[in-house]
Nanobody, 118 residues
Framework: QVQLVESGGGLVQAGGSLRLSCKASGRSFSSYAMGWFRQAPGKEREFVAG???????SYAGSVKGRFTISRDNAKNTVYLQMNSLKPEDTAVYYCAADPPPPTGYDYWGQGTQVTVSS
């Protein structure tokens, strides 16, 4: 069982930055693929960014060049650095874990609200 706790959300003006953190339980964090997802009101949850055990990253087209996902295995933590924020980035952001063997994101955090004002 993997527990995930997000932090770092808040209210920011358009053009500003925020850094989200997600701390995971478990002794094998370095082997997990980790991802960030978001869900805006009235919309489906969508993929934002992912990072695998080797550090390879992937991004949704809407955030590429503005957001950066990273991980610190010594701290069991994954980060999402969000720059040049836009009002359309407003959503609840969720952290997710895919421990090996990879079967998809089986574990989810409780979410953290990000609100970008225009």
């Amino acid at each position: 069982q993997v527990q995930l706790v997000e932090s770092g959300g808040g209210l920011v003006q358009a053009g500003g930055s925020l850094r989200l953190s997600c701390k995971a339980s478990g002794r094998s964090f370095s082997s997990y693929a980790m991802g960030w997802f978001r869900q805006a009101p009235g919309k489906e949850r969508e993929f934002v960014a992912g990072i695998n055990w080797s550090g390879a990253t992937s991004y949704a087209g809407s955030v590429k060049g503005r957001f950066t996902i990273s991980r610190d295995n010594a701290k069991n933590t994954v980060y999402l650095q969000m720059n040049s924020l836009k009002p359309e980035d407003t959503a609840v952001y969720y952290c997710a874990a895919d421990p090996p063997p990879p079967t998809g994101y089986d574990y989810w955090g409780q979410g953290t609200q990000v609100t970008v004002s225009s």
